[in-house]
């Protein structure tokens, strides 16, 4: 009996392959459309429309069904609520790394595992490794696309029944498989950004959920250089959008949020890239999650990212309480985000991690 595989075929090119290639090495392949968000479906900023319909021909091409489920009730309770939430607390949250955990690999895998399937696959650049009876998520062979970032909220159980099929092909690579396969996604442009904004200016977007607060842009001294229209509009390290120009105090360089003063609705702004007040030594996260079931070893040197394709820096783990997590760095690091994850690797494995609530000094 061959395998039943269910690939999430989003109308892509990565997870067309997925599919080509899956049915390729003899699985049984059946492609699955998800619809996540559908307040505004416009073909404008949110195309699920398009799509469906590429996905519905990529699915044609291969010769193999393809459902469209609607998990987006499920989103916006899972997934949306938190996004508004941290939003609403002065937070920049990630939420892609929740749509992977709650519906990607939850929701999805559940209505998967119902239609009869042994696995679920998805176009995720990662890979997953069975080792001593344990399941490991490891970087993708192509280091500019990996993915395991977005992953890292992944648990044994589904990891057990995910596949990644493109977890040690280059994106050109992909590509080119797809071309040469007549794929009509093969050109496709990749989406980016937040999947529900999509191209949309994000402050309209956010304006729509949350009431505008204007309030006043500060130095860490006190001066007033400017005024903001609401702090869930700015994150650390932001740069354009701050409407105060690049010259006050006669010095010319740029402007960066470096703090949000919550209690008084204050931003907080020092100029230049690398005034220390945008540097921090380490960072305390909380809601830890560790792919093993397992702490990793505390006072051990370790590799981390605070964001998405930010180079891995070395760092210690100095302590590990419940859910709660202290890790210092070799280096100071740039613009250390509350709301972000952090996530922590051993060499090209993904232990985990969580998100980060404060940046900190030594």
Known sequence: MKKKVIVGLSG?????VAALLLKE??????????????????????????????????????????EAVNFSAEYKDKVFSNFLEEYRAGRTPNPDILCNSEIKFRAFLDHALG????????????????????????????????????????NQEQ???????????????????????????????????????????????LQRYLPVQPGEIRTPEGKVVGHHNGLMYYTLGQRQGLGIGGSRDGDG???????????????????????????????????????????????WVYA?????RQPDAPCEIESITGDHCEIRFGEAQWAVTPGQS???YESRVC?????????INI
């Open 115 to 154: 239609m009869g399937a042994d696995l679920i696959a998805t176009g995720h650049y990662a890979q997953v490794r069975e080792a001593d009876g344990l399941f490991q998520l490891l970087k993708a062979e192509d280091g500019g696309k990996d993915q395991s970032y977005f992953l890292y909220r992944l």
């Open 342 to 344: 952090v996530v922590v």
């Open 253 to 299: 360089e740029p402007w960066f949020v470096a703090g949000k003063n919550m209690k008084k609705n204050e931003l907080i702004v020092v100029q230049g890239h690398d005034h220390p007040m945008l540097y921090a030594d380490g960072l305390l996260a909380q809601h830890m999650h560790w792919i093993s079931g397992s702490d990793p070893r505390e006072h």
């Open 159 to 205: 990891l057990s029944k995910t596949l990644f099929p493109l977890g040690d092909l280059y994106k050109r690579e992909v590509r080119e498989i797809a071309r040469k396969a007549g794929l009509a996604t093969s050109e496709k442009k990749d989406s980016t950004g937040i999947c529900f904004i999509g191209e949309r200016p994000f402050r309209e977007f």
């Open 304 to 308: 981390a990212k605070t964001r998405y």
């Open 25 to 66: 090495q003899g699985f049984e392949v059946i492609g699955l459309f998800m619809k996540n968000w559908e307040d505004d479906d416009t073909d404008e900023y949110c195309p699920a429309r398009q799509d469906l319909i590429d996905a519905a021909a990529v699915a044609d091409r291969l010769g193999i069904e393809l």
């Open 351 to 359: 232990l985990g991690g969580g998100i980060i609530t404060e940046a």
């Open 12 to 16: 892509g090119v990565d997870s067309s």
